[in-house]
């Protein structure tokens, strides 16, 4: 039984090889009769069929990096490598022939399209040394290859005889400038054909986004394309991963549109600007300038990121960790003054003490002064910060602030070193604080040098109660094919300079700086209680070899809102414009961070709801309409409409139509009435009684800064021109000067 089913087996295999055998003679002798592939129906006399079998590199793509909410910001695309058919015997597809006949006017025609990126004499001896060497195809050189689709349509329309395409890939970046320096860019490397990372995060995170490449082999056409059937894969290739960034592509766009308005408008040689969350460390937009095309990048104005890799002397921005360091080390003098004008000091070796001297004593040293040789008078320390008093600092690092308590906790707040954010090329800075003026001006910002990376890190930990979290811009990474996370960053503490309450404390005195007549009183915004520093500092010139007469550095750093800080915003520029610069890009920045975010400032007095969801509106037209009207066209705005009179018809408001105005923000209309009532004014600010004042013509005496918290005339009594109304705000009443 057994010898027998065995050769039933063996003769059932010699039908089947004998069949194989017979499909193999009519594969060979039907091509020999019809000249045309059994399975390909190629005609193997076509002369586009090449006898040598290719084996080429299948180049992975190259992973997207996305934005939070998964916005593209770049990503591998479709691009064409113009090729020129130089052998007579080339056909199109439908047996025309198919080569350059004219080399002179092929390459006119192709510099019509591509204009400046190629140059026609080069073009013209591509072809000619091509067709001298014997080649029936040829690239043509820098310019035609990578070409955008709008290009090669643009070509294809011309039908220039004997010009192809091959499909290759390019790295486009659709919304560019997107914070340029940051995320860099990626090009076609002709050595390792395949898109590298040439700077920033492509350059950082290349091994993670290029994948690994596989390989194929194939029977190739002479115009370069494969024969149908004789693919054959050796190795598969592994698309790379893509990332995701905490960037925010809403947020970053009024960031990148607010600093080409600051570098425009100010004459800045610089300017950058990085947003935050304050209690986990997530950057939501970053952007420094001057930028570039991260799809062109042929032009690069600096490799240096102003908010990384650049190193500066930052000014007042510097004074609130001075002023916590005295409060963390129990020696922050409360409710002491001084004199703020000119710091005139010598320093005793053996004592190692700087002792402040007359003015006018000759020293070994230079005296100091606040911006502009100020006098503030004798003020406070609290005083001291909001006016940004560097004699102030000078007081506390003489007088108070023990030298070595101070060096430590410049480290404790991460100066000077590397910021752990992934990817992210940093430079260090330099802590000088060896010599006395070089000791007092680093508490003010000068000698010393830093970068916006680590200032923003070390602020964290004043806006978060004392507990500081590292800066960090991608959000995870994730396998392009599976969708699978791969890596997930998460918010990460660092460290506690300080105390919870030292934080505090610093928090209230930050928070009078947009006061009327603190210095950073221009930045206020109407609805918005920020916390707030600003600052200006000297650049040194390194050709000059001293600070720059004309430049400097001028910046504001903000948290908001005041109560609980949720984000924070650095925005600074170089410029010859140190005191009149616009505040408005800083605000509007600002303004869409609370938006995009939906937070906003609860005032310390309320007597009206406050909307907690940011929005704008347009201001409407109301002069000459009822106030039935009026109060219709404003019900669905969330803002605090005040009606001045008791007339039936609006003849004047604030703001004029047209005007954006914001949730929380007061409006004012006058109507046509005899008769005006005093209104509760609690929670009014200085702006709001100017308004009303100018709307009524009646005047009102104000003491102190800040909100209204009470009056003298009660509400509903009606009021005239010989009223005399006084009301209080809650604030300071001697911060009355500007910095």
Known sequence: MSVRKNN????????????????????????????????????????????????????????????????????????????AYLDSGVVDANGNPNYVKNIESTAKKLKSVLGD????????????????????????????????????????????????????????????????NLVGFAAFDEDTQSIEGKMGLELSLNELLKGKNGSEQYQQTVDGSKLPGTTKVIEQAKNGNDVVLTLDSSLQSTVESQLQATMENENAKSAWCIVMEVETGKVLAWASYPTFDQNEHKEIPSYQDAISTSTYEPGSVMKPFTYAIAMDTNVYPYNQTFSSYQFWYNYDPNTAKISRVAIGTKTPYPYIADALDEDFGTITFDQGLAFSSNVGICELLANYVNYSQYCDYLDKFGFFQKVNTPYVAQSLGVKNVGLPTDYLS???????????????????????????????????????????????????????????????????????????????????????????????????????????????????????????????????????????YSAEPFKKIMRDTLQTYGVSSTPTTQTQDT???????????????TIDYAHEKMKDKKVHFEVIGDGTSVVGQYPDANITINSNDRIFVLTNGSKITMPNMTGWTRKDITVFWQLTGIGIKTSGYGKVTSQNVEEGTTISTDTKIEVTLEGNPQLDRVD
């Open 8 to 83: 039933n087996e063996l003769f059932k295999m010699i039908l089947r090889m004998a069949f194989i055998g017979t499909l193999v003679v009519a594969n060979v002798l039907f091509t020999m009769v019809t000249h045309r592939h059994l399975w390909s129906q190629k005609d193997v006399l076509d002369k586009r069929i090449a006898s040598s079998i290719v084996e080429k590199t299948v180049t992975a793509k190259r992973g997207t990096i996305y934005d939070r909410n998964h916005t593209v910001i770049a990503q591998q695309s479709k691009a064409y490598t113009i090729v």
């Open 442 to 580: 680093t508490g003010f910002g000068q000698a010393s040098s830093i970068t916006v990376l680590q200032l923003c890190q070390a602020y964290t930990s004043i806006f978060n109660d004392g507990t500081m979290m590292r800066p960090y811009v991608i959000d995870s990474i994730v396998d392009s094919d599976t969708k699978q996370t791969v890596k997930k960053y998460k918010k990460k503490a660092v460290g506690t300079p300080i105390s919870s309450q030292s934080a505090k404390e610093v928090q209230e005195l930050m928070s009078h700086v947009t006061d009327e007549g603190a210095s950073g009183h221009r930045f206020k915004m109407d609805g918005i209680d920020l916390l707030m520093k600003t600052g200006t500092a000297q650049i040194y010139n390194e050709n000059l070899g001293k600070y720059d007469p004309a430049y400097h550095t001028s910046s504001v750093m903000a948290a908001a809102p005041a109560n609980d800080p949720k984000v924070m915003v650095y925005y600074g520029l170089v410029s010859t414009n140190i005191t009149s």
């Open 611 to 625: 909307y907690e969801k940011w929005e704008s509106y347009s201001m409407p037209s109301l002069v000459n309409h």
């Open 117 to 180: 990126e190629v140059d026609e004499k080069t073009l013209i001896k591509i072809m000619k040394s091509a067709k001298k060497a014997g080649k029936s195809q040829t690239e043509l050189g820098a310019g035609t290859k990578r070409i955008k689709k709008s290009a090669m349509k643009e070509i294809k329309k011309l039908k220039i005889d004997g010009i192809g395409f091959i499909d290759a890939v390019s790295r486009y970046y659709p919304a560019t400038p997107y914070s340029s």
